[in-house]
């Protein structure tokens, strides 16, 4: 049986404005593209870091961006944030709100950002995607209970639970509640038994795979800075936890990729490595 995917892959969060910053991203996309990646989701973590994933987005066949807030934003968006939140999520690449969330983890310099601010983020982001019919990238870091409780209250909210590291409990929690659980390179990791079941337990068409490039780079990748080619190891680890065969994997978490983002076909021509840039 093959090991490798072969094609078909989706990245669906990676930061391609942080790779961009640490001048990584054009040898990035041309990895991504022979390792068989057609699409990539890149994930705004604010107003500015979200307009330039539009750019790239505008810029690269098979890119699309999100419009994001992420927990780690030291306040809460403004009014006039929020507008230009807004603005940007009319953009026709624009697939989704986030990342938002919440994060419990704490260590000194990771970031010291109280949760009633982050649960400010998280509340206004949430009404922008129902008011925008988008799914909404979840970030949850040791905040399970009060994600899910965030949702509960706000009908309509769908999505992703991006670097999904519940057990498989709270991946049914989070699928009932109609969100995909979207696995990275944490499930790759040796002591990640109950991410590992949860990747077991999730139904066929709830699961999708991806990076958090540049962090968190999948075992056997584990100490470089992390690409979107790599998301071929995370979609090769899912293939041997589910008992399926790679390509398989690939086509599966791929279809459920284009369903949760509205993604178009790929044969249509959008996606990576289709002819040049676009200017
Ligand atoms: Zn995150
Ligand atoms: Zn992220």
């Keep these: 049986m093959a090991t490798e995917p072969g094609g078909g892959l989706v990245d669906t969060h990676c930061h391609l404005v942080l ?3 640490r001048g990584l991203l054009e040898e990035a996309l041309e990895a991504a593209a022979a390792a068989g990646v057609e699409q990539i989701v890149s994930i705004g973590l604010d107003v500015e870091d979200s307009d330039r994933n539009r750019v790239l987005a505008e810029r690269h066949p098979g890119i699309f961006f999100t419009v994001g807030w992420h ?3 030291k306040t809460a968006p403004d009014p006039a944030q929020m507008r230009d939140l807004d603005a940007l999520l009319r953009h026709p690449r624009a697939v989704a709100v986030g990342e938002v969330g919440l994060d419990r983890y704490w260590r000194p ?3 010291e950002v109280p949760l009633e601010v982050q649960r400010r983020s998280l509340a206004a982001l949430l009404e922008l995607a129902v008011s925008h019919g988008k799914p909404v ?6 905040a399970h209970d009060e994600v899910l409780a965030e949702i509960d209250v706000r009908p309509g909210v769908r999505g992703v639970m991006h670097c999904f590291s519940g057990d498989a409990a709270h991946a049914r929690a989070s699928v009932a509640r109609g969100f995909a659980c979207s696995f990275a390179g944490t499930v790759t990791f040796p002591r ?13 068409d709830a699961w999708v795979v991806e990076t958090d490039a540049p962090f968190l780079a999948p075992v056997p990748h584990r100490g470089r800075p992390n690409q979107p080619a790599y998301v071929a190891a995370t979609t090769a680890a899912l293939a041997r936890l589910r008992q399926i065969g790679v390509a398989d ?3 599966q978490s791929s279809a459920n990729a284009r369903r ?3 993604l178009p076909a790929p044969r249509g021509g959008d996606r990576l490595g289709n002819g040049a840039a676009r200017r």
Excluded: C, K, M, T
């Design 19 to 21: 790779l961009e910053d």
């Design 137 to 142: 990238v979840i970030h949850d870091r040791e």
């Design 71 to 73: 927990p780690h934003q």
């Design 192 to 204: 990640s038994e109950a991410i590992q079941a949860a990747a077991r337990a999730v139904p066929d």
């Design 109 to 111: 310099g990771y970031h």
């Design 249 to 251: 994997a690939a086509r």
């Design 260 to 262: 949760w983002f509205g």
